[in-house]
């Protein structure tokens, strides 16, 4: 029975490359996608369209993939090793992720696990010092291989029991993707996705969104993580905003997602976009949302009809007669 790697498989070039080094090795390589919804997954899959599991195919190996689960919202409230410079828990959140890697390991019958992280790439998570912290903290001391960086790490068990050949171990450090990019071109791999990063949780508009989420909504859902991605947000009391669409696709989004949010609104008699009030509300504040609708919908010249949709599936109609004034809405926006 031969040697078998796990390996927590991103998509992007370096966990190609670290997939690739075990393959030289004659190991057994099974790819673990741990899915987000917090990940852009285009910043994985622009280059041709490409997703993990295509990736996977090219490679010649088995992907299983896994979502994070609630649970993980609990670590975005309170993160016991802080935030990176946005909402980024990188640190808990690489625990997270090795825990739940290694009970796949347990239950599929794996030797160690692996991954494509660069000593050095990432400020956070990946300083030398971090990583054996990581490993660590997850109950993953020594079975964690990271091919690109191992000649800089401590010897783990898969290196000391002869599992892989040291000199197919490499001693990558810092941020550029040269030395990969290079590797990459003498294996003959071209088609690859870019380097950037997809963690949302990493771009500050998106951060701010989440802030002010977790503001007004102490048990926030999947769902709602999902609304923030779509749409305009904007502030319409202490607990309350309000989510508008800005073309087509976003409002069938905003209609899968209602349950998110308390009322729904759509136009009646005009083109327009599909609004959803997320917190508490009122008279004044259904008219306020009507309002902002109406302002960036087409409306009529005299009086616009505005569906309004409660959650108990309850409807009426309401109308509107002024959008409200664009300075307004600027001052109630989330701005990115």
């Not at 609630?70 to 975005?76: E, G, Q, S, W």
């Not at 669409?245 to 729904?264: F, P, Q, V, W």
């Not at 409306?299 to 300075?327: F, H």
Request: one cysteine or more; charged letters at 25%.
């Amino acid at each position: 029975m031969g040697v078998k790697a796990i390996i927590l498989f991103s998509g992007g070039l370096d966990s190609i490359l670290a997939a690739r080094i075990l393959q030289q090795n004659n190991i057994e390589v099974e790819a673990l996608h741990i899915a987000s919804p917090f990940i852009h997954y285009a910043a994985i899959s622009d280059n041709q369209k490409k997703n993990v599991i295509q990736i996977c195919r090219d490679l010649g190996i088995k992907i299983n993939v896994l979502a994070k689960r609630l649970d993980f919202l609990d670590i975005l409230r309170n993160p016991q090793h802080g935030f990176g410079k946005n909402m980024n828990p990188c640190i808990d959140c690489r625990i997270y992720m090795l825990k739940i890697a290694k009970r796949f390991l347990e239950d599929h019958n794996g030797h160690f696990l692996a991954t494509g992280e660069v000593v050095g790439q990432r400020p956070m998570s990946q300083r030398m010092d971090v990583l054996q912290s990581i490993d660590g903290k997850a109950g993953c001391t020594g079975i964690v291989l990271r091919p690109l960086s191992a000649g800089l790490l401590p010897e783990t068990i898969p290196e000391k029991n002869g599992w892989v050949d040291k000199n197919h171990l490499l001693s990558i450090r810092g941020r550029s993707r040269k030395e990969q990019m290079a590797l990459a071109k003498n294996w003959g791999i071209t088609d690859y996705p870019s380097p950037a990063g997809g963690c949302l949780l990493t771009d500050p508009g998106f951060a701010k969104r989440l802030r002010h989420l977790m503001n007004i909504k102490e048990n926030f859902s999947f769902l709602d993580v999902h609304l923030l991605k779509v749409g305009r947000h904007l502030i319409l009391g202490e607990k309350t905003k309000l989510v508008v669409s800005r073309n087509e696709d976003e409002n069938g989004i905003i209609n899968h997602l209602k349950k998110a949010g308390n009322l729904l609104l759509e136009p009646d008699d005009f083109p327009g976009p599909v609004s959803i009030i997320v917190g508490p509300y009122d008279a004044d504040i259904i008219q306020k949302a009507a309002g902002i609708t109406l302002r960036y919908g087409k409306p009529n010249p005299k009086i616009s009809l505005v569906n309004i949709l409660y959650l108990n599936g309850q409807t009426e109609k309401i109308s509107i007669s002024e959008p409200m004034d664009k300075g307004a809405i600027n001052q109630l926006l989330i701005k990115a």
